[in-house]
T-cell receptor, first 112, second 117 residues
């Protein structure tokens, strides 16, 4: 059974600082998805990583995938308050995104 | 271009009642997925449907839960005889084709929050 583990689960950081969220998964997959969720809201797709070594960047967020290590990272650069949300990584053991297995999420709070 | 529409957004039911959650996929999407999110947890897959077909229901509880996606109208997730443990957010998502063919993600609706009292 595929397991997806994120750490940390809670992250409080100051504006302007950098930090990395880690996502480990237990079985082979060459696709990984990152989502953002604001309280009481739906999931917003941030990144789709489709191959080993994939790196994608959007604004202050950068995601990477190492399929050999079964690890993805979401790096936050110079955090701002608007980045406060819960971030999920997800993997589909079948290679698509129909049957995603989600991590428990990392609740990020960026303090002024 | 409307996104995935779910209703009701919030639903309160007493134990033993039935809950019906509706999902209209994005225009042009014929694949629908239901996920459940318990408090402080990630989403868990429940069921994958195409029009008039259940493709994968491996995440559905064996009793009281059912889902359909008829030829006309929205997809419906039905929970009979609700219990407190059914309190959760239920998210619907859709895609135009099977995503393992495209590498694209699925698109989530805003969720239906069910509270059982």
């Amino acid at each position: 059974e595929l397991k997806v583990e994120q750490n940390p689960l809670f992250l409080s950081m100051q504006e302007g600082k950098n930090y990395t969220i880690y996502c480990n998964y237990s079985t082979t997959s060459d696709r990984l998805y990152w989502y953002r969720q604001d309280p009481g809201k739906s999931l917003e797709s941030l990144f789709v990583l489709l191959s080993n070594g994939a790196v994608k960047q959007e604004g202050r967020l950068m995601a990477s995938l190492d399929t050999k290590a079964r690890l993805s990272t979401l790096h936050i650069t110079a955090a701002v308050h608007d980045l406060s949300a819960t971030y999920f990584c997800a993997v589909d053991p079948q290679g698509g995104s129909e049957k995603l297995v989600f991590g428990k999420g990392t609740k990020l709070t960026v303090n002024p | 271009n409307a996104g995935v529409m779910q209703n009701p957004r919030h639903l309160v039911r007493r134990r033993g009642q039935e809950a019906r959650l509706r999902c209209s996929p994005m225009k042009g999407h014929s694949h629908v997925y239901w996920y459940r999110q318990l408090p402080e947890e990630g989403l868990k897959f429940m069921v994958y449907l195409q029009k008039e077909n259940i493709i994968d229901e491996s995440g559905m509880p064996k009793e009281r839960f059912s889902a359909e996606f008829p030829k006309e109208g929205p997809s419906i997730l039905r929970i009979q005889q609700v219990v407190r443990g059914d309190s959760a957010a239920y998210f619907c998502a859709s895609s135009p084709v099977a995503t393992h063919l495209t590498g694209n993600t699925i698109y989530f609706g805003e969720g239906s929050w069910l509270t059982v009292v």
